[in-house]
């Protein structure tokens, strides 16, 4: 294969940052995919004198490794590197090659000194957004500590092997031979799944915060950062940084970017968030909020925090249909990502449940790869835009169910069906199919408050215009809110006004004096 222009042009760049010679350990067979693979191999190192292929045998064929000279790294690639993974495999070879990941000290130190045998092997497809995060994660933790080694697995190419091991959504990790987790994970997300993570005594023993967002969205990120240019002490305890975003495949309606990738964005989020003093706590779960003299915030770990002011950016999560079978068989034939796990149901017969825009652009983009498409919808109508069902109804592997209520979802170890009710006959239906995609909306993140602070019947938080919710110093902020729109450029704009409204509150109120940065 060859490279097309823009990916040659972008490869030159960083190939004139590598800082130590690499080796590139290629193991090919004879097939289609392997003659693919070797020629990207062959191509990369064709493009610098500091690359140069090395024929070896891998666990798997085809598949190479990114390796020093005279040093295995324990990075792998099993697949060709390119989609949403091109990024990975570019830090892949800076990083091999000697340059320092971009995390912060404390971080790095704690991958380093890192002690066991980790062999991770990572699943992904291609066009997954959610993959990329893991698989760097991993490739950075191999490139600084000589215990730990990961291996992309591109699933379209190693079918049976997905097969095998009934690999029904993406990213999925095993390590040491092990299923280890799956969807989205940060290294701090590997490190507490490891029992290495955040000790909660140091989280006890930091000082209260003039200003505590909770969540790491676009609202967090925006209320943090006009927080912290006030000069306050601001802290960010989130869960993982982006929340929804991150799932975000394309984005076309943020004001002065064009287009852009979900995952883009919040790497840029984070990175100008560090721009200032910011206290960023992540892979931290809020369990309780409680108002004493300050806010106390109890932390999933048993660990409190205290602050004088509190801005919620807690965000959404996808809707359950809230049916038999939804649990039990999630990543097992139930996913919510098409672009990350469409690909694994690849001639397959699938369902997807929800008639508005997601559900509707679900249907389309799998329509290109599975065998047949189910459109459930609740309503006698679709929701979606009039253009999306143009082009839905001109798709001749779709079919199209109104009025259908969804009883169940069905299976062994895995889907193999989904019944519904037909809500005009009454009629109780049965469609056998191996894959179920649930688009029915977002749900707010609010559960874990109490009855103290007001909410919508669907769980908003009720904020007035400054951002302020029913309880005094407790600001909210995108989309946990009662805000009509759920859009991203509205939740920055809300997560400054939240900020703003936190900060008047703290100089007119009884409290210590704000802990102002020199």
Known sequence: MALDTSIKQQLNQYLELIERDLTLKLDAGSDEASRKLSDFVHEVAGMTPRIHVETASLSRTPSFSVNRRGEDSGVAFAGIPLGHEFTSFVLAVLQVSGRAPKVDEDTLTQMKHLEGTFSFETYV????????????????????NPGVSNTMIDGAVFKQEVEDRDVMAVPAVYLNGEFFGGGRMTIEDIFSKLGQGTDAKALNEKDPFDVLVVGGGPAGASAAIYAA?????????????????????????????????GPKLVASLEEHVRDYEVDIMKSQKVQSLEKKDRFELTLENGATLTSKSVILATGARWRNVGVPGEEEFRNNGVAYCPHCDGPLFEGKDTAVIGGGNSGVEAAIDLAGIVNHVYLLEFLPELKADEVLQKKLHSLDNVTVITNAKTTEITGDNKVNGLSYQDRVTDEEKHIPLE????QIGLVPNTDWLDDSVEKTRMGEIVVNQHGQSSMPGLFAAGDCTNSPYKQIIISMGSGATASLGAFDYLIRAQEPALTVSS
């Open 125 to 144: 497809s291609l066009s997954c957004q959610n993959c990329p995060e893991v698989v760097q994660a991993l490739n950075m933790l191999s490139a600084v």
């Open 229 to 261: 240019r006030k000069g306050i002490r601001t802290g960010i305890v989130a869960e993982r940084f982006g929340g929804q975003v991150q799932d975000t495949l394309s984005i076309e309606n943020f004001i002065s970017t064009k287009k852009t990738e």
């Open 435 to 438: 894959g179920v995609f649930v």
